[in-house]
């Protein structure tokens, strides 16, 4: 089991931007060949998959509310993976969470959690 250390929230206003990290301190994502993925939980709500990405950096899956808007990225030598959110809107406020990903019968279930980080956008 890796623990997994998300930075980057904070208060934004809407239409600003903000860039997430998730990064397992003290080692690579060299050989932690998993695809990987951003959850988010708002209050009152389930948490849900925003985004995945493969071991190699490809894009596997979005939201259809971020589509557009945010961007995964991961850079596994450096043991990061990133969530560049751009033109944030009130509605994505919540905690931001990264995992070890899998989908399994169509939804996607994480695994390695870290704490998670605030994001809030006030309008």
């Known amino acids: 089991q890796v623990q997994l250390v998300e930075s980057g929230g904070g208060l934004v206003q809407a239409g600003n931007s903000l860039r997430l990290s998730c990064t397992a301190p003290?080692?690579?994502?060299?050989?932690?060949?998993?695809?990987m993925g951003w959850f988010r939980q708002a209050p009152g709500k389930e948490r849900e998959a925003v985004a995945t990405i493969t071991w190699s950096g490809a894009p596997i899956y979005y939201e259809d509310s971020v589509k557009g808007r945010f961007t995964i990225s991961r850079d596994n030598a450096k043991g990061t993976v990133y969530l560049q959110m751009n033109s944030l809107k009130p509605e994505d406020t919540a905690i931001y969470y990264c995992a070890r990903v899998i989908k399994s019968n169509g939804a996607w279930l994480g695994s390695d959690w870290g704490q998670g980080t605030q994001v809030t956008v006030a309008s």
């Open positions: 003290g080692r690579t994502f060299n050989n932690y060949a998993y695809a």
